[in-house]
Structure formats: C-alpha cells, structure tokens
C-alpha cells in the first residue's frame, strides 16, 4: 500500500499486520463512532489532520488502539482539539500541562498504553497520540487489561512526529483532528494506470508499422539473400536489433535480483540520484527515437542540414534540435520530480523509453520466451511475498516504496495519483511488468505478420486481450489484499505465455514458435546475441 509523497506521511506496515486492518474496516464501518470500554474494538487506520495557526496543512497517519472510543467516518464529526505534550512526556503520571479538552501527545515507554490512556483521560484529555520509537506503527493492546475502561480513541503514530510537533509547537498553535476515513474499493486512476500501460505494449508491437523505414519494410518482403543485401547499404537509419538467448534470459534474472538487493541494502538519496540520471538518459534516447524516426520516414527525400560536432561527427539539425528539446524536458522533470504533477513527465519519458527496448531487445522465438517469463514469475513472487521471511519485509515492496529515501519512490515505475482516495498516494506499475509480456507479445506480432496470419488466427490480438486481463487480475488482487503489492508477473505470465503456449498446441503451430527464426531479425543484424 502507498500513500502520498512529499508533505505526507506513509504507514509502512507488517503483512500480516495489514490483513488485520483489512478485516477491521468491516467491522469499524458498523461500529461508527460508537464507545466501547472493552480490549476487542476493531484497529482502524486512523488519519490526523493538521491545523497550524488556523491554517490545515499536512496529515498524518496512524493505527487505533484495540481499546477506548472508535473514531468516526466523517471528519465533520469530530471537532479540532488543541495539541498538548503530556509532561512528564511518557504519560504515565499525571500531567503538570493542562489537557482538558486537548489531545494529549506522549511517546512511547516506561509504562504499558492502558496507563499512558488513563492519566490522560483523568486529565481531562479527549484523545490521546501516542508516538512511537520508530517510523513503523504497530498495534496498540491492553497489554492483559480486559476491561481498561477507555472513553477516549488512542492513536498511534510515527517517531518522526515528536520532533516536526515540537519544532512548530514551540510558538504557533496547533490543532489536531482525528477520524478514519474509509478507501474506495476502487480508485478510478487505475483505469489510466491500465491504459497507460496496455497503450504501451500495444505501440511497441506496431511501431515497425510507422516507425521503421520504408527501405527495411520493402527489405523484410525480399526473399533474396542478395537483394536484401543491396537494400541494407541504403538503411543507415535503421535500428539494429538484439535477440535475446537462453543464457542472456538466465543471467538477466540474476543480474536483476542481484541489483534489488543493492536497492534495498544501499537505498540513500544519492544512489536515487544515480537511478534518476539513468533513468533521463534512458527517457531521452526513447524519447528522441520515439520523435525523429517517424519524421525521417516520412520526409526521407526531403533536404537536411547537417551540422558537424566534435566527437560525434555529422549530425542533421533537425535531430540535434529534437535531442536538445528531449535533454530540456528530462532536466525539467528531474529537477521538479518532487512537484504533485512530476509523474506527467516521468510516464511521458518512461514510455518512451520502454517502446525503444521493445525495438531494441527482441525475443527469436517461444523457447526463450518460456525460460524468460518463467524465471521472472518466480522472480516476481519470491521478492513480494517469500522476501519478508527472510528480510523481515518484501524486498520489492520496500524498494518501491523509496526505503530509505524520504518516501521518494524509484523513476523506474509509471504512476498515477489516486483521484478519489482520501488517503491519496499512488497506483504504480513497475517497467517489467510492461516489458517482460511486452517483449512475448511484440514476438508475436513479428510472428503473425511474418506468417501472414489474419487477425482471427494470429497470436498478438489474443495476448493483448490476455495482457490486459491479466492487469485487471492485478489490481483485483490488489484490492482484495487492501492494497498489499502483488507481484503482477503472477497473473501477466499465465495470461500472456499461457495463452500462447495453449493456442499454439491447439492450432499446431508449438513446434514452429518453439524454434522459430524472425526473418526481420537476421536481415536487420542476424548476428546480434545478449
């Protein structure tokens, strides 16, 4: 689950912890506002508003105590109460500052929370924050008192609160507001994220259509070897092509689990900025070849000028100017990647970035895609939900969620903002979610095409079809698990390669697709091999 960056504070949350919220939200939206003296109330995901001298700036998040009053829907409820440290600053003896009618603060220690809750509330306090000795929040109990008698809701939240309180308490006014708010069970941005991402693969496979040049088009309909030779002095342009093999698939997993590793170890605010430097040199090349090689195609007899540069030689300057513009808008974004609106320009690039791989790197045939897609499966499902057994959280989620960076997730992701969800944050999508389908659907448009099959008897209709429905598998999951990240390869894999894998026995076609040999991909660069 993620939530707003920037201003806004994340729960990072246990996964078993997580299900037990996921069940309380049923129960917390029967019980309302309702009190409860008794150590069973349901744990609810608790959201504390800010006021700073009548001003409402940021939120907070934490989780209720199983005891004392039940926090309320809707924020109209519940009044803003003025902001007090107990004193002494445990709360476990009554308070020398007055709490009447306040919210009381006091962190965590010394003496168990049905204490800290009791001395508040004979002090008058009407509810109580209780901050942690670390950034995570976890589950607030009776600690064997049954029957605490608690009137007043008790919150728990983030270390990192004392210091921010302290600072803007030592002379401004500050009030806190407390209620649980209830997340949609779907967020309507999910719908862009599964375009975005569908739009991609779908681009990639017919960018030969538009993006290639008419010379290598002519050249994959020539049989001659030696007319096909000819024709590739005249396509300088031309993109040369990587086809991916058995050991290349093998080692690339290793490589990547290898390289999550150092994410998650080594995460610090510059090893983000060497991620975000690569990531804009990625998104420019995309973006320039994404721009330039449909216009050299379509003006390929018109005159240009040429411009010659040191090191690089003769450039046209058509080219040099699209790549300048293409340098401007990744500065732009890397500068303002923290803004609300950077991840307009962080799709834009990555996209870009990912329809050039998918030209770049190819797969021959479904014996790579086989071994491919099935190492990333299990690549996927052991750093989502295997890791925390052994890292004591997943791996893949936390490098996601931008561990040790403030919050500020990776570049490698496309994201959109949650447009109804009170909690805000992001839905995001990891690029090998998009790629590694991307390049066995690709295959199979080269294939059908290759082929001559129809759209009925083709592959790439039926993976698209799949690939989507293998999103929506995704984010259903997603939601059943309130929000816990699902390793997408889980449901992409078996939708995508299984489908081939099934129409092609059904159809006859296995034995071809298994050592098949992309006519495209040897007149273009046959000996090209990662």
Not at 34 to 47: E, F, G, W
Not at 511 to 516: D, I, Q, V
């Amino acid at each position: 689950m993620s939530f707003p960056l920037g201003n806004r504070r994340r729960v990072s949350a246990t996964l078993p912890f997580s299900f037990l919220v996921a069940l309380s939200f049923a129960v917390a939206a029967i019980a309302g506002g309702s009190k409860s003296p008794y150590c069973n109330n349901p744990v609810q995901l608790a959201m504390v508003k800010i006021w700073v001298d009548g001003d409402e700036g940021e939120y907070l998040a934490g989780l209720t105590a199983s005891f004392g009053a039940t926090l309320p829907e809707e924020k109209n409820k519940v009044p803003k109460l003025p902001a007090v440290f107990s004193n002494p600053l445990n709360g476990c003896s009554s308070s020398s500052s007055k709490l009447s009618g306040s919210t009381a603060l006091s962190v965590r220690g010394d003496c168990d929370f049905v204490t800290k809750a009791k001395v508040a509330q004979s002090g008058g306090a009407q509810a109580l924050l209780v901050i942690n000795d670390k950034e995570e929040i976890e589950q607030i109990d009776c600690s064997g008192d049954v029957s605490p008698n608690i009137s007043i809701p008790v919150v728990m939240v983030p270390k990192s609160v004392r210091d921010e309180l302290t600072k803007t308490m030592a002379n401004k006014r500050v009030e806190l507001l407390l209620y649980a708010p209830t997340r949609p069970i779907v967020d309507i941005s999910v719908v862009f994220l599964w375009a975005m991402s569908v739009g991609t693969v779908f681009t990639a496979s017919l960018w030969q259509e538009f993006g290639i040049s008419e010379q290598t088009e002519k050249r994959l309909n020539e049989s001659s070897s030696k007319e096909s030779s000819d024709a590739g002095t005249d396509s300088d342009n031309d993109q040369e092509t990587i086809d991916i093999s058995v050991k290349g698939a093998i080692l690339f997993v290793i490589l990547a689990s290898v390289f999550l590793l150092l994410l998650f170890f080594f995460m610090s605010s510059w090893f983000l900025l060497v991620l975000t430097v690569l990531f804009c040199i990625g998104g420019v090349q995309g973006m320039h070849n994404i721009i330039i090689t449909p216009v050299t195609r379509k003006c390929r007899n018109c005159p240009q000028k040429t411009v010659r540069l040191p090191v690089i030689g003769e450039v046209s300057i058509l080219s040099l100017g699209v790549f300048l513009l293409c340098v401007i808008f990744a500065v732009a974004w890397a500068v303002h990647r923290r803004a609300s609106y950077s991840w307009v320009g962080q799709n834009i690039l990555g996209i870009c970035m990912m329809i050039n791989v998918l030209q770049l790197a190819r797969l021959p045939n479904i014996k790579v895609a086989m071994v491919l897609l099935c190492l990333a499966f299990f690549y996927d499902i052991f750093w989502v939900f295997i890791s925390p057994l052994i890292f004591q959280q997943s791996v893949m989620i936390a490098v996601a969620k931008g561990k040790n960076t403030g919050g500020e997730s990776i570049p490698m992701l496309l994201r959109v903002p949650r447009l109804i969800d009170p909690w805000g944050g992001y839905n995001m999508i990891g690029f090998g979610d998009i790629l590694f389908p991307g390049l066995l659907i690709t295959f199979t448009y080269r294939f059908d095409r290759e082929s001559k099959k129809s759209m009925g008897k083709g592959y790439f209709v039926w993976l698209m079809v799949g690939y989507g429905f293998g999103l929506f598998f995704t984010y259903l999951g997603l939601y059943l698990m309130n929000g816990n990240g699902q390793p997408a390869l889980l449901y992409l894999v078996p939708c995508t390669l299984g489908v081939t894998v099934v129409l092609a026995a059904i159809r006859g076609d296995l034995k071809a697709l298994w050592g098949y040999s992309s006519k495209s991909s040897a007149m273009i660069n046959p000996t090209a091999e990662v």
